[in-house]
């Protein structure tokens, strides 16, 4: 038995570096596993928008009416000034690379002081999940955009821990959590649950009253360049983006148009990432689940459902919704009711299958915690706004923030993480044969 014991200890002392060594060979190997890399796609319009702040002013080039994307210029604006290698893209590439590289890192640091009594390799190779993300990967590779908003949002989730540990409650600290969580949202708006969980995290802490007083303050001061970027550009988003994506809710006035079917495709994505996370909840899931089927709550679970799908029904037309107006996204569920048949009734009650089961999930997690499911309902809610609904958005920031925030995980192991990590290797490797 011991000796079993140490051959599955070795063999498990390997596979957790698997994650980083697939990462730095994808690179070298020019991996696109998730459809928008190389040089097209998303990279060719991030290209462009370096050649307008290369060769204008930066109010210029903030105003030009070929800058496009979802975020802020503060990515332009930081690797304009900072970034020796700006004006090379092959070489620009590298340095989003490395940063990426380092992400992981900083969120096993993260992980070591939350769980300071899990066995540190479980941690590691928990950590090293975000290597597997075949759209995190991508951008990475690719010189995309979406890794700078998940690399400030673990650092500022770092300085948080830190400062909450803290004795003294250093201020260096909660300026450092304050900054990072701010930088998350510049970079990606969809991340504003990292400073909103800051925000309040501090804010009822049991410290004294001029750190909440000076973290209201320093927040509000970061967001007055966001607050002046939505007065010149009349949005949230460039102006460009908003001519070419009027779909997207960015004005209080589009709010009649919410995409309530969307919620149901973020729940299949969302349980995508938490299917194999439920293993860490407890040792006695299949208990539990057979607790919460016969539970008499579930019944009216069930009926909301239902009035939910009738609702779609009524007001969606899903052929339309599906084949005309969605050319690309929806996510993997959408991406299999395709393989599996090209009847729009069958992939209609296919979706519906799965929206129901994505709920039951989610409502697993609900009752094991209250606050992870308001965590989960944040991007449930900012589904309903975007267009396209993309599974990006989601891959791998709801892997991390379960792993960071939520209450309900407690069972951490060996046999857990190396569930996750196949779980997770096989969806790459999936992606890999899908895209190429």
Request: charged share 15%.
């Amino acid at each position: 038995m011991q000796y079993r014991k140490n051959i599955y200890d070795k063999i498990y002392n390997v596979l957790i570096f698997i994650p980083i060594l697939s990462y730095a060979l994808g690179f070298y190997f020019n991996e696109n596993s998730a459809g928008m890399g190389a040089y097209a796609g998303d990279s060719d319009w991030i290209r462009k928008n370096i050649e307008i702040f290369k060769t204008n002013s930066l109010k210029d080039a903030i105003l030009h009416p070929e800058f496009f994307g979802n975020r802020s210029p503060l990515i332009y604006i930081i690797n304009k000034y900072l970034n020796p290698f700006y004006s090379d893209f092959e070489k620009y590439r590298y340095t989003v690379f490395i940063m990426s590289i380092s992400t992981p890192i900083i969120f096993y640091q993260f992980l070591k002081i939350k769980f300071y009594s899990i066995d540190k390799r479980v941690l590691f190779l928990i950590s090293s999940l975000i290597y597997l993300s075949p759209y995190y990967r991508t951008s990475g590779y690719w010189g995309l955009n979406e890794n700078y908003g998940i690399f400030a949002a673990v650092l500022s989730l770092l300085f948080l821990e830190k400062f909450i540990l803290s004795r003294n409650k250093k201020f260096y600290l909660l300026f450092l959590n304050i900054f990072f969580s701010s930088l998350s949202v510049y970079f990606d708006l969809k991340l504003l649950i990292i400073p909103l969980y800051c925000f309040l995290s501090v804010i009822f802490l049991n410290i004294n009253i001029k750190l909440k007083v000076y973290t209201i303050l320093i927040y509000f001061f970061f967001s007055l360049p966001y607050l002046y970027l939505i007065y010149i550009w009349s949005g949230i988003v460039p102006v460009k983006t908003q001519k070419l994506n009027p779909n997207t809710i960015t004005e209080l006035s589009d709010i009649k148009n919410l995409y309530f079917i969307h919620a149901g495709y973020a729940a299949t994505i969302i349980s995508f990432y938490l299917l194999p996370i439920i293993f860490f909840t407890s040792s006695e899931i299949s208990s539990k689940l057979k607790k919460m089927i016969l539970d008499r709550k579930t019944f009216y679970f069930v009926i909301i459902f239902l009035v939910y799908i009738v609702y779609n029904y009524i007001y969606f037309d899903f052929e339309k919704f599906t084949v005309t107006n969605y050319w690309v996204g929806l996510g993997i569920v959408h991406k299999l009711t395709l393989i599996l048949t090209n009847n729009v009734l069958y992939q209609e009650i296919i979706t519906y299958v799965f929206f129901f089961f994505s709920f039951l999930l989610l409502y697993f997690y609900y009752l094991e915690s209250k606050f992870d499911i308001i965590i989960i309902s944040f991007f449930l809610l900012i589904s309903l706004l975007l267009w396209p609904l993309m599974q990006e958005y989601f891959d791998p920031i709801i892997t991390i923030i379960a792993f960071a925030l939520f209450k309900s995980l407690k069972n951490f192991n060996k046999q857990n993480s190396l569930i996750i990590f196949s779980y997770l290797s096989l969806f790459l490797i999936i992606a890999n044969l899908h895209y190429n």
